[in-house]
């Protein structure tokens, strides 16, 4: 924990994490009785990549985030978050987006904790200025009818990492039911574009001086507000 708090640290970090991983695969491949022992676990991942996101080193996150994908190891709620920072600091929109319908399924009672994640989102979409996208994330009301549970939350999801026209690419397992109880992270919101109230998630007011938008768009805006 204490190597990370220094942007040095955590390069350092990373370079052991990337050594390790190396290791497990070469045993995994090797069918070694001590690979389950050498597996990297979700929090040693979740406390690099959060190290990253503070020190703005996005781009050696990145290298992190597929390096999880290569070995196997389960992302859960805080990796996702943490990976929505990440995406959210290289401008990766639609890298972000193949998370959405996973997150969108999550139970009431773990919804608030992905606040961070719907801000990166829209934070891209502000960006972009995509008035659409902000409309559809922001329609509450229909999408809490229209909400869809997983059958299974126990059982992972895997969801693509890089571009569509690969046809190997890599796949990250991802389980957002999933919390860690005793994990030692902490969220700080710096600006937030939303905000959720009994599971539902609006746009934050201020925001809407920062879009370029139409009469409909205004429209469409306040009477998501207001369900």
């Given at each position: 924990m204490h190597i990370v708090k220094t942007q040095v640290g955590t390069?350092?970090?990373?370079?052991?994490?990337?050594?390790?991983?190396?290791?497990?695969?070469?045993?995994?491949?090797?069918?070694?009785?001590?690979?389950?022992?050498?597996?990297?676990?979700?929090m040693i991942f979740n406390l690099v990549l959060d190290a990253c996101v503070r020190f703005g080193s996005s781009f050696k996150g990145q290298q992190?985030?597929?390096?999880?994908?290569?070995?196997?190891?389960?992302?859960?709620?805080?990796?996702?978050?943490i990976i929505s920072r990440i995406h959210q600091m290289n401008g990766q929109r639609d890298e972000l987006k193949k998370f959405k319908d996973h997150i969108d399924q999550?139970?009431?009672?773990l919804f608030h904790h992905y606040r961070q994640f719907y801000d990166s989102l829209l934070s891209l979409h502000f960006k972009f200025n995509d008035v659409g996208l902000i409309l559809d994330i922001c329609r509450c009301?229909?999408?809490?009818?229209?909400?869809?549970?997983?059958?299974d939350p126990q059982k992972p999801c895997l969801v693509p990492i890089g571009s569509h026209n690969l046809r190997a690419g890599l796949k990250i397992q991802i389980l957002p039911e999933l919390l860690q109880k005793d994990s030692i992270l902490k969220w700080k919101l710096k600006r937030s574009f939303?905000?959720?109230?009994?599971?539902?998630?609006?746009?934050?007011?201020?925001?809407?001086?920062?879009?370029?938008y139409n009469t409909r768009d205004v429209v469409g805006l306040v009477s998501c507000q207001s369900c």
């Open positions: 390069y350092l970090a990373s370079n052991i994490l990337i050594e390790l991983c190396d290791l497990f695969q070469h045993s995994s491949a090797n069918r070694s009785t001590s690979t389950k022992l050498i597996k990297p676990h979700t992190i985030i597929e390096l999880m994908a290569q070995a196997g190891v389960i992302a859960d709620t805080h990796t996702i978050v999550v139970s009431v009672p009301d229909e999408f809490l009818h229209s909400k869809k549970y997983r059958k939303s905000y959720i109230r009994v599971g539902k998630l609006s746009l934050a007011t201020k925001e809407w001086p920062s879009l370029s």
